[in-house]
Structure formats: C-alpha cells, structure tokens
C-alpha cells in the first residue's frame, strides 16, 4: 500500500542532545511537509520542500534542520537549539506544492525530554 | 489562507447524518476547501475537498453555498469510529501563491458519535 511512514512512534531525547525523526514516503510525490502539534493546538509548519535537494524554511524552523537527497525521504533533526522539543511531529506530502491535490500525512511521532 | 469558523463541538447519533458547518467568508477565488480529521494519537485524515461545485466521495460529502463563503461536511451515516476532530482548511493554490501549500489548522470541531 502506498502511503507515508514515520518513524519512530515515540522518541525520548536527553537535553544537549540531537534526535532525527524519519518520514518516507512511496506515492511518489515531489512535496513534503513537516508540522508540529502541541497539546490543544493546531499544526505549525517547521520546513517544506518542492523537489529534491531544495528545501525551505516554514514559520517555527529555529532549533530544526532537515536534508532531502532522495525523493522518498525527507528526514527532521531536532536539535540541542530546540529549547521545547516536546510535541507530536507530523509529516506530510503532496504531489505539487501548486497542485490541488491533498496533503497525506504519516502517523506521526511522539517526542518527549528525559 | 482565509480563516475558517468551526463549532467547537457537536454530537451525532451512530447511524444518522452528521452535518458539519464551516464559514470562510473571506475566501478568495483561488482557495479550495479541504476537510481532514485527527483522531487522538494519529496524524490527520484526509477526506475531502473542493472548490465551488458539490463533492462526494466514499467518505463523505462536501456542500459548498454558491458564494463560496461557506461549506458543511456531511457523513450520511455516522458511526463510533467516526469520532474525532474535523478541520476545515482553506488552501491557497496555483503558482505565485506565498502560502507553499501550507495547511493552516484551526481548532476544529469535536464531533462525538454516540449510541
């Protein structure tokens, strides 16, 4: 089945330490997304990117870095910089960013502070 | 984006219609409306989306008033696992947007599906 995986579901960093949440997809789409989610909020935009090699920053990109060398994956480091790391990760892809074409996000994953 | 209104709650009964309102009163003419739900603990679902015409799928219906500024979201037959929290998004599309296909979350409706 086609569709987007994250992993893992649950991550558990220790402070002054980087972690990095993976997201693959297999729909073939160029664009992928990576949101935040905070207890009783909605989703904030860390990073996106277009196309291969290419990426941007979203609206809360500080104490986060991403790489995309392959189309399929699109993974997150969360660094040391991240002052409030905890919160539930979201990755999504599309077609096209100007395609009318949904978002599909992955399960998702949990990170929390020792 | 254009914001989206939504009621914060609502309550349906397992097998009857459960009807959704949004209002997007400030929606331009390139922005769709998309619909996605997020049961606790997932990522969202996508289930449905459009521009100016009605939409069904195998999920739901998408109701659009002909001034666009406004949408309701209809589940024909609504059962316990429908239980969740329903987004209406209005997106930005086509080239030379600023919005990079971003999805602006709100708060959503938390619709609970009783017995």
């Known amino acids: 089945d086609g569709g987007i995986t994250q992993s893992p579901k649950y991550l558990f960093r220790k402070e002054g330490q980087n972690v990095t949440l993976s997201c693959e997809q297999n729909l073939n789409h160029d664009a992928m997304y990576w949101y935040r989610q905070d207890p009783g909020q909605g989703l904030r935009l860390i990073y996106y990117s277009q196309i291969v090699n290419d990426f941007q920053k979203g609206d809360i990109a500080e104490g986060y870095s991403v790489s995309r060398e392959k189309k399929e994956s699109f993974p997150l480091t969360v660094t040391s910089a991240q002052k409030n790391p905890t919160a539930f990760y979201l990755c999504?892809?599309?077609?096209?960013?100007?395609?009318?074409?949904?978002?599909?996000f992955g399960d998702g994953t949990r990170l929390s502070i020792l | 984006d254009a914001k989206t209104t939504q009621p914060t709650s609502m309550d349906c009964a397992e097998g009857r219609a459960a009807n959704l309102p949004c209002n997007h009163s400030?929606?331009?003419?390139?922005?769709?409306v998309y619909w996605y739900r997020q049961i606790h603990s997932q990522g969202p679902q996508y289930i449905i989306h459009g521009l100016k015409n009605n939409e069904t799928n195998e999920m739901a219906s998408l109701i659009i008033t002909e001034d666009r500024k406004s949408s309701t979201l209809i589940l024909p037959h609504a059962t316990l696992r429908d239980t969740a929290v329903y987004y209406c998004i209005v997106r930005e599309v086509g080239a030379g947007g600023t919005s990079y296909g971003k999805l602006t979350f709100g708060q959503g409706t938390i619709l609970t599906v009783h017995p």
């Open positions: 999504a892809s599309t077609a096209r960013v100007v395609s009318n074409q949904p978002q599909h």
């Open positions: 400030t929606i331009s003419g390139n922005e769709y």
